[in-house]
């Protein structure tokens, strides 16, 4: 007689226990590497763009950040929106990664040429008179070093973010001295531009040091049964980040073309400025799906509550920050552009309450994933995309930046609040979001607080 031999309950209980506890330690300290990274680049970025923007005077800066969006729109085509899919496919298949990144890193580079090649013929069909020519090809030519950045995500597949970590900041550091050497030595806009685009190049460097040190090299290769796979399932991810690019950055590109690169330069001051308020919704959104999906699964009714309780939250704070923006815009813009900037003050009054519909929509993205339901998220950004750029066509003729900053504020709405009462299926987030504008989930939590405790 053959005896089996049973671990004992408490051991299996302990290993559990032990096992559960690393994980919840390996995705802290996750995180904490991915919030020092978030916030080094906030502070960072800041005070070097101020700087940076104070040089260039708003004509170049708008130059300069109208180019940064272009290269944000090509590089947006060369991804192809298969992050998501490769991460899962490196979990589940780790015996085969060298035939995911072949196969990735081909797809993207097939669309990477293509970007490129699009970015190659801007300036046979609208004309940069300061730049050169040689800035459009620098940023082509960049753009198929970016498909070898899929390495980020083989890391992330392993819960190691602090080397994505650190190679990103060993990039970003490298371009944040080169662009404190270009004020200081009076370098002209292509420079600054070409800073930009090349800091994806001293990021994959660093990306692949620290790969080969981990793996050892094998070629990579390329698979069309794999390829097909990933494009089937990441096209409707592809068409929404593209859309999501469009809505918004085209605004500065339009701002240029239509009004002038002293309006763009005021108007991208303003904007950067409002967009360092997205740091809060995009923290509190990755803190809180985990456990909100979570919930989702054992206490329906109780993630709803949490739900509202969290769109209403976050609109107080969308408030708070935009009714302080808007009565300190001319401080605001003044310490940190200069009197040359005082026009952007305006325009900051309006762009900072798209904050509103920055924190519904991320929010609201909790819903939309778990339910399932991206497919409708697609829909909408593309028609909000389409609203940005006609209403950029009507009203920034009329009103510049200023115009820009309300097509921005209409096209974000749509995006991620009327959108939703247009769909079945996302009308009960509409509802919740409705109620949220009301602030009622606090108000109903301070109901049920006791007298002592308010």
């Not at 690393?22 to 978030?38: C, F, P, S, Y």
């Not at 993630?303 to 009565?327: E, N, R």
């Not at 909790?366 to 009203?395: C, M």
């Amino acid at each position: 007689m053959i005896r089996v031999q049973t671990k004992h309950p408490i051991y299996v209980r302990l290993r559990n226990a032990l096992t559960q506890r690393a994980a919840v330690r390996a995705a802290t300290i996750n995180g904490l590497w991915l919030l020092t990274d978030k916030g080094i680049r906030l502070v960072g970025g800041l005070f070097v763009g101020m700087w940076v923007a104070r040089y260039m005077a708003p004509n170049n800066f708008g130059l300069f950040n109208t180019l940064v969006a272009i290269n944000g729109l090509a590089v947006t085509i060369g991804f192809l929106g298969i992050e998501t899919s490769l991460v899962r496919y490196f979990i589940k298949y780790p015996n085969h990664e060298f035939l995911i990144l072949g196969t990735a890193v081909q797809l993207r580079l097939m669309a990477s040429g293509v970007a490129a090649l699009a970015v190659c013929a801007i300036p046979f069909f609208v004309q940069f008179p300061s730049l050169s020519r040689w800035t459009w090809f620098v940023i082509a030519g960049t753009l198929p070093i970016n498909s070898f950045s899929i390495i980020r995500q083989w890391f992330e597949s392993r819960v190691a973010s602090k080397y994505v970590v650190m190679a990103e900041l060993a990039a970003f550091l490298i371009s944040t001295l080169l662009k404190i050497i270009g004020v200081v030595f009076h370098f002209r806009v292509g420079w600054f531009v070409g800073v930009v685009v090349m800091e994806a190049l001293f990021g994959l460097i660093a990306y692949g040091t620290m790969y080969l040190r981990q793996r050892t090299p094998i070629p990579w290769r390329f698979s069309g049964r794999l390829a097909l796979v990933l494009l089937r399932q990441s096209w409707p991810l592809f068409l929404g980040a593209f859309a999501v690019i469009v809505y918004m950055k085209i605004d500065q590109v339009m701002v240029l073309s239509l009004a002038g690169s002293h309006a763009a330069g005021i108007y991208a001051a303003a904007a950067r400025v409002s967009e360092l308020t997205y740091f809060l919704p995009l923290i509190v959104f990755s803190s809180i799906f985990p456990a909100m999906t979570t919930l989702r699964k054992t206490n329906f009714n109780g993630y709803i509550s949490k739900l509202q309780m969290l769109l209403s939250a976050m609109t107080l704070s969308a408030y708070a920050g935009g009714l302080l923006l808007t009565l300190c815009a001319s401080f605001v813009i003044s310490v940190l552009y200069g009197p040359e900037y005082a026009d952007a003050a305006i325009i900051l009054s309006v762009h900072i309450w798209a904050l509103i519909w920055i924190c519904q929509g991320l929010i609201g993205h909790i819903y939309i994933l778990n339910e399932k339901l991206t497919r409708y998220a697609l829909i909408k950004d593309a028609i909000s995309a389409g609203i940005n750029i006609l209403l950029n066509l009507i009203l920034i003729p009329r009103c510049g930046g200023l115009g820009a900053a309300i097509a921005t504020f209409i096209a974000y709405s749509f995006a991620a609040f009327w959108g939703n009462a247009l769909f079945p299926p996302l009308r009960p987030l509409f509802r919740l979001q409705l109620d949220s504008l009301r602030l009622k989930g606090l108000y109903t939590k301070l109901k049920e607080l006791p007298a002592n405790e308010r």
